[in-house]
């Protein structure tokens, strides 16, 4: 006779739980993996690609007789000032779709390696760490001893890190900064230099908006590519020793 | 015994996080529970990751027999202006005019939320009223401790920061009446880099709830840990040098060829890469009995980052027999480290990899070490005898 079955020894809740959350986790292969980070990087470049180009020429539109009164002013105010912002503009204009391509044929050059020379985990190392270790002085001393061995870690990881937030902080260009007080005539130069800006706000602002837009997304794009590279070259590797690890 | 103890503290209660509002809400209960006449002044907000914005309501209220007086918080402030409450106090401008602030500093303390109207309370408190501000840098510690600074003992939880370089800390540190110091390291350094006078700073630690046992098998089966864990609870970013963890944790698996599964908990949203899924697990904010489970689960708590001024966390990692590893660039968890000689030390990955290699290979002397931390907390981290050290110093000092 089959016995009855044993519903004190099951925890309902643990198995329940342990079921949502590998529904709520799909397994990944590796490739797949890399293919998340690789539409994230498309995404990216889309919208790099969208706010390339900033424009000192937005439309200026006015309602009502003082609505257009004032545009017009503001269409003869800009066009004298042409000769001095549009090359600014322009030069602006031209690094950012140099560095839009130069991004695309990294990622090109990239994939291109990858497929020629796919990454590959090395020989697995022998365990050299004694396991009868008991008190702390001598886990103290087979740590120095095992730290004296280990090659240092490259130190190109903590740049990328250190870059990423740098990047980061300098993508945002204000129009408005602080201005300076060096000495006491500072104030009265600030307060001429502040209605300066404030009048030309209508002016400069958009076309500072439309560079932050452009820094947003190259810094996107950018990070986008980082974690691309290194998805393409560490998913398969942790993915070939968590396989041997589960093998065991 | 009979002065009244008001502990100060921007953002106070039950839904607050941030390591000194938990130790500051948990020293009022002790200091209550120890007998002490206890009041919070606090504002409406909750915590660092929603400043501003009104949580609690303003007015009295009580927080298990405390009264909790909250105060309103004023309108943001522009870069570098001072609050009404500080400009229209001639005491406060005098402070300010003697120790001149650099632009930065007043930059810095515009920034952050304060209130008026707690900042006019503190000034015209009745003299025998004692205030324990928590934590140092923060508008209303600053501006509560000038306002009365013979009725003013700071909890600083202090460590080696840009803030401790202001000269408006200086002056806090070196006028306020008493300093509480959460561990001998902060001590030393708060010694070292103002002048204290060695009998106004007192050693009182904090405590940690000695209540709570995990489990452990039951939170590495709801999370599906199956290989060797190692866990941190706290923010998950540069402050506790999180991105640091893990790009250690991936060279070790590169390096060694085994898996690990590093856990990381805490309220912020935790940015990594999709591959880096396959060995850091989010599990978001837990609760205490969760953490408790956590801690229980791992094989090492690790603790990487180097601001601290009693960490928390490394505490409760102890109470659950776990070893610890710890940033030998942060003096207070390595002193705790070596005090209760319960963990290890890594100065850099060559160190980390070193530790991981002796701690996973040797489950007996994890034990050692972890029995090790559970009799320092239990022997140095119990509340009632913080509320005793923090209650005489406030009293007699």
Known sequence: MTPPPDNTSIDVAAVIAELRHKLARPAQTPDQSAELERQALQEALHEMELTRVISAH?????????????????????????????????????????TLRTLHVLLETFDEHIQQYPPANPPRPPHPTPSDITTLATAQHAQQLGAQQEAP???????????????HRAATVLSAWPLPVRSPVDHLSNTVHRLQRLGLRWYINPIVEQLNASNRATNRAVTALVAYVQARLMRP???????????? | MSKRITVVSTWYGPDTAGGAEVAARALAHALHLAGAQVE????????????TQPYYPAGDNHDQGILVRRFALAKPLGIGELPVSVRRNPACMRVLAQVQPEAQELRVLSSHPHSDELIHAIA?????????????????SLWGVMSAPAQSFLLPCMHDEPYAAH????????????????????REFILEHFACQPERVVLTRLGIDMQVTGAGEAFRRAHDIQYPMLFFAGRRDDSKNVPLLIQYVQAYILRRQRMLTLVLAGRDSLHIPAYQHAFVRDVGFLSEQSKA??????????????????????????????PALVNRG?????????????????????????????????????TELGQAGHDYVTQQCRWSDVAQRALAAITQL
């Not at chain 1, 937005?58 to 009164?69: A, K, S």
């Not at chain 2, 015209?124 to 209303?140: D, Q």
């Not at chain 2, 229980?296 to 109470?319: I, K, N, R, Y």
Request: net charge neutral; glycine share 4%.
């Open chain 1, 58 to 98: 937005l439309p200026l539109v006015g309602h009502g007789i003082v609505g257009r009164g004032i545009a017009l002013a503001q269409k003869i105010i800009r066009r004298l000032l042409r000769w001095y912002i549009n090359p600014i503009v322009e030069q602006q204009n031209a690094f950012n779709d140099a």
């Open chain 1, 153 to 167: 870690l490259s130190p190109l990881s903590a740049r990328l890190h250190a870059l990423a937030q740098t990047r």
């Open chain 1, 237 to 248: 590797l942790i993915h070939d020793i968590q396989q041997h690890d589960q093998h065991v």
């Open chain 2, 40 to 51: 919070v002044w606090s504002t409406t907000a909750r915590d660092l990751f929603a400043p």
């Open chain 2, 124 to 140: 015209t408190a009745e003299p025998s009223r004692r205030f324990l501000f928590v934590p140092y840098p923060l508008p209303i």
């Open chain 2, 167 to 186: 000269r408006l800390t200086k002056w806090q540190l070196e006028q306020a009446r008493g300093i509480l110091a959460n561990s001998r390291a902060e």
């Open chain 2, 293 to 322: 489970d956590a801690f229980a689960a791992c094989d090492v708590f690790v603790h990487a980052g180097t601001q601290e001024s009693f960490a928390f966390v490394l505490m409760e990692a102890w109470l659950q027999r776990r």
């Open chain 2, 330 to 366: 942060c003096a207070v968890t390595t002193d705790a480290v070596n005090e209760a000689q319960a963990g290890l030390a890594f100065a850099d990955f060559a160190e980390f990899a070193a530790a991981l290699d002796v701690l996973l290979a040797n489950p007996r002397l994890t």
